[in-house]
């Protein structure tokens, strides 16, 4: 018993340093990758950064729901898209105010809204089939695709400007960017496994494992990321990469694993994770619709508000 913990409190510190290798290889790789093809860095945390961060949920998802843990994939995503905003925003804008002044940023942020409702409005419904997997991910394509027409049409501006990162040549740009999504993937499976385990032991239940610890251990690459990209200041890719997380969780990581298999839907995420989920979303949107600058105060708004959500769920299970 005690040698298990010990190798599941080592599964932690493990995951925890992959982790934050791999948020700093994503990092640098992108950016240096966007400066030097005069793409912006906003798309880059858009997809690169956020597809990037959100294989461990995809990971995540398709193994619970094909070992027959349904309330762990869903969880995983509700839980995920609360803590990156709630979490992951607050603590990037604790270590450097975010600056938020990319006008095209507001679309993206409708997209995340927008696709968090529709989750919603299929949880209400009881199942995610595999016709609902399919209409996320063309969605998800059609997402993309205006993505890129949009960047293709964009004029190279200030945006692109040199940041604060040494130069690196474009292959090791190129290996660092892929490199980082193996990091976080291995590493958000270690902590997973380790918190996971923990957990169970003290019989915690799939749905609250799901909504908390799988889902704060799969936000790991985000918070990671983030945390890099705040300290280099880069706040336009912190932004990115929790909406863009947002979005491919929603449309990408239930949509391959509803086609995959159809999800069942526990009562409770219809009747209150998921409600909550949509309300942080909208207050996101409203967020970075109103003000130019989250600041620590909102930072510090943030963290206590996800505090309560955590303290809730263990009141719940």
């Not at 679309?107 to 609902?132: F, H, K, N, P, Q």
Request: hydrophobic share 60%.
């Amino acid at each position: 018993m005690v040698f298990d913990v010990l190798t599941e409190i080592g599964f932690l510190f493990g995951g925890l340093i992959l982790l934050f290798l791999g948020g700093e290889c994503l990092v640098r790789g992108s950016v240096a990758i966007a400066e030097r093809f005069g793409i912006s860095r906003l798309a880059v945390g858009l997809v690169v950064i956020g597809f990037g961060t959100s294989a461990p949920e995809l990971v995540v998802s398709v193994q619970a729901v094909l070992s027959g843990s349904p309330d762990i994939a869903i969880g995983n995503v509700v839980g995920s898209n609360i803590a990156n905003i709630l979490l992951v925003l607050g603590v990037a804008a604790l270590i450097a105010p975010i600056i938020n002044r990319d006008s095209r940023i507001r679309r993206d942020v409708i997209v995340m809204a927008v696709a968090t409702a529709a989750l919603v409005a299929a949880l209400a419904y009881g199942e995610i089939s595999r016709l609902m997997g399919a209409v996320m991910l063309g969605a998800l394509a059609l997402y993309l695709a205006l993505t890129y027409v949009f960047e293709r049409n964009r004029k190279a501006s200030a945006d692109t400007a040199k940041g604060n990162d040494l130069p690196i040549s474009l292959p090791l740009a190129i290996g660092a960017a892929v490199l980082g999504p193996v990091l976080l993937v291995i590493g958000a499976r270690l902590m997973v496994d380790g918190a996971t385990g923990i957990a169970r032991s003290f019989g915690v239940s799939e749905a609250v494992i799901g909504l908390t610890v799988v889902a704060i251990g799969t936000s790991l690459p985000e918070l990671a990321t983030a945390i890099v990209a705040a300290f280099r200041r880069h706040a336009d890719v912190v932004i990115a990469n929790v909406i863009g997380s947002n979005i491919f969780n929603v449309l990408a990581v239930l949509g391959i694993t509803a086609v995959i298999s159809p999800i069942p839907v526990a009562e409770r995420f219809a009747a209150t994770d998921g409600p909550i989920m949509l309300g942080v979303a909208l207050a996101a949107t409203v967020l970075l619709f109103s003000t130019k600058l989250i600041g620590r105060p909102l930072g510090a708004l943030l963290l206590p508000a996800y505090t309560a959500y955590i303290l809730i769920q263990g009141s719940t299970n």
